[in-house]
């Protein structure tokens, strides 16, 4: 199973830090946020990776290299213009489907977590979301979770992590090299009764604020975050 790293956004919301270092290469104890993705993934076994960059992709590549290192291997989608989701996956396509992959595992490089990446090998082949309890930044959460299902109305109404195993097929109709959200492709594949998820009650941090970089920074320099 490959794994997307989603890691072309501006990193607006985080400037001044953002305007020589693109946001996966931030660090958190002294290690880059992307970085904790990849050790994660390997630990888990997936370990073929592909990372789509734009904002000063050339650090990143530089960085990551081939993945070697990390015990992975690396594939990079290289975006003149941030695509956002749906169109970034779209353009990463044939990379992550080359080995006649059906789904694959996407994360987003924006996050801080504990997930075990691991017991999604369980959903492969499915569309299936990580969903979280909301934080003060989204209160009214995203998508609604009803016995293991998403429900386009009925259940209880969570924030979507950024973690997900997602479909081949959900991409397949989209335009090459075109902007495209993923929020209207996940919210029709609901209505059709298509995706399953579950709630992570574990750790987890949309590190959209340079405060919050600096409090995750705090809590794994003082080991309070299990494995990590």
């Not at 779209?90 to 789904?103: F, H, I, N, V």
């Not at 691991?118 to 959903?123: D, E, I, P």
Request: one cysteine or more.
């Amino acid at each position: 199973m490959k794994a997307m790293i989603l890691a072309a956004g501006l990193g607006t919301r985080m400037r001044p830090l953002t305007l020589d270092t693109p946001k996966p290469l931030l660090k958190v104890n002294g290690v880059p946020l992307i970085e904790y993705h990849i050790r994660r993934l390997v630990e888990a076994g997936i370990t073929e990776l592909v990372i789509n960059h734009a904002w000063l992709g050339d650090q990143i590549e530089a960085y990551l290299g081939d993945g070697s290192r990390f015990g992975a291997s690396i594939i990079y989608s290289r975006e003149t213009e941030p695509l956002e989701t749906a169109g970034g996956i779209r353009k990463a396509l044939s990379a992550l489907t080359c080995s006649g992959e059906e789904s694959f595992i996407i994360v987003n490089g924006d996050i801080f977590t504990n997930f075990p990446f691991s017991q999604l090998r369980g959903v492969a082949g499915q569309n299936h979301l990580v969903l979280v309890n909301n934080p003060e930044h989204n209160p009214k959460g995203d998508f609604y979770l009803n016995e293991g299902a998403l429900h386009p109305t009925m259940g209880e109404c969570y924030t979507f992590s950024g973690i997900s195993v997602l479909s081949a097929d959900m991409f397949a109709d989209l335009p090459q090299e075109q902007a495209a959200p993923l929020a209207p492709l996940l919210r029709e594949a609901i209505e059709r009764g298509e995706v399953t998820g579950e709630l992570y009650s574990g750790y987890w941090v949309d590190v959209g604020t340079p405060q919050r970089l600096q409090e995750i920074d705090n809590l794994v320099r003082e080991q309070k975050i299990d494995g990590l």
